[in-house]
């Protein structure tokens, strides 16, 4: 083998390393980012109990339609709609989000609530009463 | 096994292997991109109390402008498809590394981490660096076909240990936060009832096998043990053998399964793309004979590298 092919031999394998190392320093630090990541989806322990911001839209005739994460936060994610109603409530800015989605709901859509929901996840997969309280945070009328 | 891994990291590979690599990556790139356009449009008009900014996008202080944003999205496309078809790789590569990058960071910098788009910048990166259009591109349309070498091979190896090592990193993550709770299933079972009940509450319908798998006790137990073997033990899959053959499908179940009990799916793992750099990805070009001489070939093979 040449010098030149035993030099760029070394300097793949320390390459190596150092990619190694990168990609389990978020870990050795505890801190998430991009592109460098510690991947804790899914990770936290969770508990049956589980509190959610809501977002329902409220019709004419008084019957409640929970609000597409589209019509929510304008994405289809999920974790989005969530993540942007749980900021709204962190920040306490229920008012002002009430008032955006209030803005995209259909004609159906008389008045918007945003709502702190406290739910028994696992008894509403086993035959049980889900909602344990509710509490409405805000609520406006829907711009028609 | 020192040696064996020196012998593995330095391995010769053809240059097709390699531009395969570079095709799907940077096809996948571009299919991403077109659809997700909707969150351009959404990010393009999002307040600047919302911004909370991480990885490359840290050093903006406040939300890019419109205008800003729709040019990130054009030099993705544009950088994609010249990356698809190894057109002044050596530049067009860089800039959809650098560009997807950058959109990753800012989709990410609203509160919410998006970790399905970690591996692939990863891998854009990775790419960007290596010698990916030396073969079935453009840019190697004057040129005598490359032999096997090193060259092509380590970018692989490098692009095989990504994922399985993030694999890895995120079974670490659940044994050292959730700790035994993610053992014993009670953890499993809240997370999929968390995700069911979260969808109700947008109104929408449920994960398929979400009530089948929280009304069973027995099942979550062995189903939490064997989805956290399965990431922890990732890196194992690259010594090859009977542990690899066993992985890759192993780990499609876990893909299949979290989608059908959670309705999560990391598409680029889901789909296969992270997987192949384990594969002689370039055997799929035997089909259309630009590879190989065998003739008659009618099916596809995919057989993982071996050691």
Same mark, same amino acid.
């Given at each position: ?108 859509i ?31 009328e829907?711009?028609? | ?9 330095l ?25 997700n ?9 999002r ?36 990356a ?6 050596r ?60 060259? @092509? *091979?380590?970018?692989? !190896? ?6 399985? &090592? %993030?694999?890895? +990193? $995120? ?15 009670s ?18 319908p ?30 194992l899959?690259? @010594? *090859?053998?009977?542990? !690899?053959?066993?992985?890759i499908?192993?780990? &499609? %179940?876990?893909? +299949? $399964? ?27 070009l ?22």
């Open positions: 083998m040449h010098h030149a092919e035993v030099g760029a031999a070394w300097v793949r394998r320390l390459a190596t390393l150092l990619l190694l190392a990168a990609l389990v320093w978020p870990a050795v630090r505890d801190r998430d980012g991009l592109p460098l990541s510690t991947y804790p989806m899914y990770a936290s322990s969770r508990s049956a109990e589980s509190s959610f911001i809501t977002a329902i839209g409220v019709e004419a005739d008084g019957s409640r339609t929970p609000l597409s994460a589209l019509t929510i936060s304008e994405s289809r994610d999920r974790l989005v709609a969530q993540s942007f109603l749980n900021d709204a409530a962190r920040r306490g800015e229920e008012e002002q989000v009430c008032a955006a989605i209030a803005g995209r709901v259909g004609e159906s008389v008045m918007v609530e945003i709502a702190r929901e406290e739910h028994d996840t696992i008894a509403r997969f086993r035959g049980g009463e889900s909602l344990r309280n509710r509490e409405i945070l805000a609520s406006c829907a711009v028609s | 096994m020192i040696r064996a891994f020196d012998r593995w990291l391995a010769d590979a053809p240059a097709e292997r390699l531009a395969v690599l570079r095709i799907a990556i940077s096809g996948y790139s571009f299919i991403y991109i077109v659809a356009v909707g969150e351009f449009v959404r990010l393009a008009n307040s600047t109390s919302e911004f909370e900014p991480v990885g490359l996008a840290s050093v903006l202080t406040s939300p890019v402008t419109p205008a800003v944003l729709w040019s990130v999205f054009a030099i993705l496309i544009v950088s994609s498809i010249a698809l078809f190894g057109v002044w790789f530049v067009t590569g860089p800039v959809l590394a650098f560009a997807f990058l950058a959109w990753a960071s800012y989709h990410s910098s609203w509160g919410q981490m998006l970790h399905f788009e970690h591996v692939v910048t990863l891998h854009l990166l990775v790419l960007a660096a290596s010698p990916a259009s030396e073969s079935l591109s453009v840019d190697a349309r004057m040129r005598t076909r490359q032999v096997a070498s090193v060259r @092509f *091979g380590w970018p692989i !190896r490098l692009m095989a240990i990504i994922t399985v &090592v %993030t694999y890895s +990193l $995120a079974a670490i993550a659940k044994l050292r936060i959730g700790g035994s709770s993610w053992i014993d299933g953890t499993l079972a809240n997370h999929i009832a968390y995700s069911a009940t979260r969808l109700d509450l947008l109104g929408e449920r994960p398929p096998f979400a009530a089948f798998a929280v009304q069973r006790d027995w099942l979550l137990g062995p189903a939490a043990i064997g989805g956290v073997a399965v990431e922890l033990f990732a890196p899959a690259l @010594f *090859g053998g009977w542990f !690899r053959k066993l992985w499908p192993a780990i &499609v %179940t876990f893909h +299949l $399964a979290t989608l059908l009990t959670m309705l999560v799916f990391f598409p680029y793992n889901g789909l296969g793309l992270a997987l192949l750099p384990l594969y002689r990805v370039e055997r799929i035997q089909v259309r004979g630009h590879v190989s001489n065998r003739r008659n070939v009618t099916t596809i093979e995919f057989r993982t590298i071996e050691t």
